[in-house]
Nanobody, 130 residues
Framework: QLQLVESGGGLVQPGGSLRLSCAASGSTLDYYAIGWFRQAPGKEREGVSCISSSGGSTNYADSVKGRFTISRDNAKNTVSLQMNSLKPEDTAVYYC???????????????????????WGQGTQVTVSS
């Protein structure tokens, strides 16, 4: 059973940076695409970025393109999300998830059914505020 644990969240001023990590245990991430999602209070969960199992393909939501970078280290069983130039509207709980395919659909549609993704982490809070 794959287990995912996010870390790296916190409070940062607008324009600052944070690096989130998603660490896997119980199984390997090698065969999974990994995505980062976020959910702000009162809003639905949305896809932020995803990376294919090989790391050769990535997708980003338009709202974070050019500011966020996703990467993975299969040897360390981790996926990271480098977030730069953070804005107050980036404030949310950030989740990582493991699933079959990273496609543009993942970052352009809201998550209606959690079970459509194979595994979820528990989330980490990111707050962007002065």
């Amino acid at each position: 059973q794959l287990q995912l644990v996010e870390s790296g969240g916190g409070l940062v001023q607008p324009g600052g940076s944070l690096r989130l990590s998603c660490a896997a245990s119980g199984s390997t991430l090698d065969y999974y695409a990994i995505g980062w999602f976020r959910q702000a209070p009162g809003k639905e969960r949305e896809g932020v970025s995803c990376i294919s199992s090989s790391g050769g393909s990535t997708n980003y939501a338009d709202s974070v393109k050019g500011r966020f970078t996703i990467s993975r280290d299969n040897a360390k069983n981790t996926v990271s999300l480098q977030m730069n130039s953070l804005k107050p509207e980036d404030t949310a709980v950030y989740y990582c998830a493991a699933f079959a395919h990273c496609s543009r659909v993942v970052v352009t549609t809201l998550v209606k059914k959690l079970h459509e993704y194979d595994y979820w982490g528990q989330g980490t809070q990111v707050t962007v505020s002065s």
